[in-house]
């Protein structure tokens, strides 16, 4: 980590009423002086002052603050600006640090000279990137957990506990039974069991985790003409789909992003499925469809008429055009007419129940993402392949569990590669 002084801002971009500038580096305190026109300052006391440039120029009038090390978000010194949110007046202060010696900082970099600084670890790191991309109320809780080191203290718990099981397994190797505690090889292997059963718990909630993180996939399919699409305009609640009589109009997945009782749902529309499809663009259409139905957390299976089927595991059956049907006698089938709106509510609340079945209590698990996931899985197998080996072979059974710590502690950035960190850490914005 290079000693620069970096600046950046924090806040939004655009026209405001407010803006706040970060500056962060070594030894600032001269600095702050310098920009404030004052003899001695007091930290984490806000100034309101003149703020001029290097040449004694009036910029604007501001607030400032500073932040010494190591109390600060980073670590280092830090200096705050907040100033009229204008672009002139930003693009000045700009000018005014580089002219002081700063530079702009690089994307996510406070965020890393405070991992550097043991501000944060990588999971608070990632529970930062991802509460501000938070869109519903459900993103910002878990997001928050994560950011607060609710992670990062399951994880540091689960690898103090193997690097404790791995230092006993080495240790039968060398001392004599009596010189150990009672049952040892026992009590280690019951730990590593418990290790894999909860890592492995948390692997099988990652679907719930990702949904509540990325939203909730929900996919509409059907036959061409059911109304799939004049159901999906219903629920989002706008013309977003194109709706005809003619056969295979929609070509392509149209999508949209709503908020469903506080969760980020993702809901597309797709193109309609059968067999004699003759049109290249149709069938390529269908193909996507396909793919959507795969990735989906729910499909919403649409008919226009009474059919001889049951909805699968992740399904609703919806049967559209109710009003032209006078028995209704499908199980557990959701009736609706997207021509007059009857039953759009009896669907959205089938929708809510089964999202709440799938990812109540989702926020307050582990936030495992694709690079947590594939770290937490080596660490899975290596504990599995621990209790695979020998009895009598301490040796293989220490190794194993060795390893599936250094899997931990990747995600928690105690032992990283540059290029882990640099995909962590290039989440975040400037400022952050």
Same mark, same amino acid.
């Given at each position: 980590? +290079?000693?620069?002084?970096?600046?950046? $801002?924090?806040?939004?971009?655009?026209?405001?009423?407010?803006?706040?500038?970060?500056?962060?580096?070594?030894?600032?305190?001269?600095?702050?002086?310098?920009?404030?026109?004052?003899?001695?300052?007091?930290?984490?006391?806000?100034?309101?002052? +003149?703020?001029?440039?290097?040449?004694?120029?009036?910029?604007?009038?501001?607030?400032? $603050?500073?932040?010494?090390?190591?109390?600060?978000?980073?670590?280092?010194?830090?200096?705050?600006?907040?100033?009229?949110?204008?672009?002139?007046?930003?693009?000045?202060?700009?000018?005014?640090?580089?002219?002081?010696?700063?530079?702009?900082?690089?994307?996510?970099?406070?965020?890393?000279?405070?991992?550097?600084?043991?501000?944060?670890?990588?999971?608070?790191?990632?529970?930062?990137?991802?509460?501000?991309?938070?869109?519903?109320?459900?993103? #910002?809780?878990?997001?928050? #957990?994560?950011?607060?080191?609710?992670?990062?203290?399951?994880?540091?718990?689960?690898?103090?506990?193997?690097?404790?099981?791995?230092?006993?397994?080495?240790?039968?190797?060398?001392?004599?039974?009596?010189?150990?505690?009672?049952?040892?090889?026992?009590?280690?292997?019951?730990?590593?069991?418990?290790?894999?059963?909860?890592?492995?718990?948390?692997?099988?909630? *990652?679907?719930?985790?990702?949904?509540?993180?990325?939203?909730?996939?929900?996919?509409?399919?059907? #036959?061409?003409?059911?109304?799939?699409?004049?159901?999906?305009?219903?629920?989002?609640?706008?013309?977003?789909?194109?709706?005809?009589?003619?056969?295979?109009?929609?070509?392509?997945?149209?999508?949209?992003?709503?908020?469903?009782?506080? *969760?980020?749902?993702?809901?597309?529309?797709?193109?309609?499925?059968?067999?004699?499809?003759?049109?290249?663009?149709?069938?390529?259409?269908?193909?996507?469809?396909?793919?959507?139905?795969?990735?989906?957390?729910?499909?919403? #299976?649409?008919?226009?008429?009474?059919?001889?089927?049951?909805?699968?595991?992740?399904?609703?059956?919806?049967?559209?055009?109710?009003?032209?049907?006078?028995?209704?006698?499908?199980?557990?089938?959701?009736?609706?007419?997207?021509?007059?709106?009857?039953?759009?509510?009896?669907?959205?609340?089938?929708?809510?129940?089964?999202?709440?079945?799938?990812?109540?209590?989702?926020?307050?698990?582990?936030?495992?993402?694709?690079?947590?996931?594939?770290? $937490?899985?080596?660490?899975?197998?290596?504990?599995?392949?621990?209790?695979?080996?020998?009895?009598?072979?301490?040796?293989?059974?220490?190794?194993?569990?060795?390893?599936?710590?250094?899997?931990?502690?990747?995600?928690?950035?105690?032992?990283?590669?540059?290029?882990?960190?640099?995909?962590?850490?290039?989440?975040?914005?400037?400022?952050?």
């Amino acid at each position: 980590m +290079n000693a620069d002084t970096i600046f950046a $801002l924090s806040s939004g971009h655009g026209k405001s009423g407010v803006a706040v500038i970060r500056v962060s580096g070594d030894n600032l305190h001269d600095a702050f002086l310098s920009m404030s026109g004052r003899a001695s300052i007091t930290p984490r006391y806000a100034y309101f002052t +003149n703020l001029r440039d290097v040449h004694g120029d009036l910029i604007d009038q501001v607030l400032l $603050l500073y932040f010494p090390a190591p109390n600060s978000f980073t670590g280092e010194d830090v200096i705050e600006i907040h100033c009229h949110g204008a672009p002139a007046v930003i693009e000045k202060i700009f000018d005014d640090l580089h002219a002081r010696g700063a530079r702009m900082a690089a994307p996510g970099e406070f965020s890393r000279r405070a991992f550097y600084n043991n501000k944060m670890d990588l999971t608070d790191v990632d529970g930062l990137a991802a509460l501000l991309d938070a869109k519903t109320d459900a993103q #910002r809780k878990s997001a928050l #957990r994560s950011m607060m080191g609710g992670d990062g203290k399951v994880y540091d718990a689960w690898r103090r506990r193997m690097v404790e099981v791995s230092a006993y397994a080495a240790a039968m190797t060398d001392y004599a039974a009596d010189e150990l505690p009672a049952n040892i090889g026992e009590k280690i292997r019951a730990a590593v069991c418990a290790l894999h059963d909860e890592i492995s718990g948390a692997l099988s909630r *990652y679907a719930a985790v990702r949904a509540v993180r990325g939203g909730f996939n929900i996919t509409l399919a059907g #036959r061409p003409n059911v109304g799939k699409s004049s159901i999906f305009n219903r629920i989002v609640g706008a013309n977003r789909a194109i709706v005809s009589d003619t056969p295979g109009t929609t070509r392509d997945v149209v999508g949209a992003t709503i908020d469903i009782d506080g *969760y980020m749902v993702n809901i597309s529309d797709t193109a309609g499925l059968r067999d004699d499809a003759s049109d290249a663009i149709e069938k390529i259409g269908i193909e996507k469809t396909h793919d959507e139905i795969e990735n989906a957390d729910l499909v919403l #299976r649409v008919y226009d008429e009474n059919v001889d089927v049951r909805a699968g595991a992740n399904e609703i059956l919806v049967v559209n055009k109710s009003d032209l049907i006078s028995q209704k006698n499908i199980p557990d089938a959701v009736y609706v007419s997207a021509k007059t709106g009857a039953g759009i509510d009896n669907l959205l609340r089938a929708i809510e129940v089964r999202m709440h079945e799938m990812l109540d209590g989702a926020d307050g698990a582990l936030a495992i993402n694709a690079r947590t996931r594939s770290l $937490l899985q080596v660490a899975a197998d290596e504990l599995k392949s621990a209790l695979m080996s020998p009895v009598d072979d301490y040796d293989i059974f220490a190794e194993h569990t060795r390893r599936a710590s250094d899997a931990i502690g990747k995600i928690l950035g105690t032992i990283t590669a540059a290029e882990v960190m640099d995909v962590t850490f290039s989440q975040l914005c400037l400022g952050k």
